[in-house]
């Protein structure tokens, strides 16, 4: 069972940056993947950025690279700096974690997006919310 729990979400104006953090509660196989979902009121939950335990990353096409996502394994902490925040950045932000390579059905998804929206996060935290102001 692995526990995720958010942090460091707020309100700031567009143009501002915020940093995410989401502790861990233990490293093992079932958190080698870990990413940082969102959703917004009545909008499906999308990814926006997952780290495999080899520190390899994926984002969605949506960040234009505004967004770092990275991990300290021995602190168990996962990270999202965020910068050049945008009005359509608002939304609950969630920290989610899952094997390196999942399985659904007969199919294998690896620690990626967009494949990781599809399945493969076991577990996920409350949520820390983010809105920005324009």
């Known amino acids: 069972q692995v526990q995720l729990e958010e942090s460091g979400g707020g309100s700031v104006q567009a143009g501002g940056s915020l940093r995410l953090s989401c502790a861990v509660s233990v490293y093992s196989d079932s958190s080698h993947c870990l990413g940082w979902f969102r959703q917004a009121p009545g909008q499906e939950r999308e990814g926006v950025a997952v780290?495999?335990?080899?520190?390899?990353?994926s984002y969605a096409d949506f960040e234009e690279g505004r967004f770092t996502i990275s991990r300290d394994n021995a602190k168990n902490t996962l990270y999202l700096e965020m910068n050049s925040l945008k009005p359509e950045d608002s939304a609950m932000y969630y920290c989610a974690a899952g094997p390196s390579v999942a399985t659904m059905g007969d199919r294998f998804i690896r620690c990626s997006l967009p494949a990781r929206n599809i399945g493969g996060m076991d577990y996920w935290g409350k949520g820390t919310l983010v809105t920005i102001s324009s």
């Open positions: 780290i495999d335990s080899d520190g390899a990353t």
